[in-house]
Nanobody, 114 residues
Framework: VQLQASGGGLVQAGGSLRLSCIGSGLIFRFCDMGWYRQAPGQQRESVAQLTSGDTTNYADFVKGRFTISRDNARSTVSLQMNSLKPEDTAVYYC?????????WGQGTQVTVSS
């Protein structure tokens, strides 16, 4: 199983970024997917979840600003991030939950300047 995340970068506060994660080696449409982030010196935290049945769940600190979506035909999960804040700066990871296991992508850096 491989998860390849992309789309991170440097953006000014108030700007937008779109992260994407492509999965391979799994039956993507059966997977629950998630985005997590980890800031320096902090624990990894959940940002957004999207089940195989298209139920979403967001952390309070991103509600109304971030949107998670999936394209099963392309084995891709995306995270649209709007109204970015400096405190959103972190390495963002995608995760796939399948057959009682969790698989992680390699992470993509998001830096929001004030």
């Amino acid at each position: 199983v491989q998860l390849q995340a992309s789309g991170g970068g440097l953006v000014q506060a108030g700007g937008s970024l779109r992260l994407s994660c492509i999965g391979s080696g799994l039956i993507f449409r059966f997977c629950d997917m998630g985005w997590y982030r980890q800031a320096p010196g902090q624990q990894r935290e959940s940002v957004a979840q999207l089940t195989s049945g298209d139920t979403t769940n967001y952390a309070d600190f991103v509600k109304g600003r971030f949107t998670i979506s999936r394209d099963n035909a392309r084995s891709t999960v995306s995270l649209q991030m709007n109204s970015l804040k400096p405190e959103d700066t972190a390495v963002y990871y995608c995760a796939a939950f399948w057959q009682s296991r969790t698989y992680w992508g390699q992470g993509t850096q998001v830096t929001v300047s004030s």
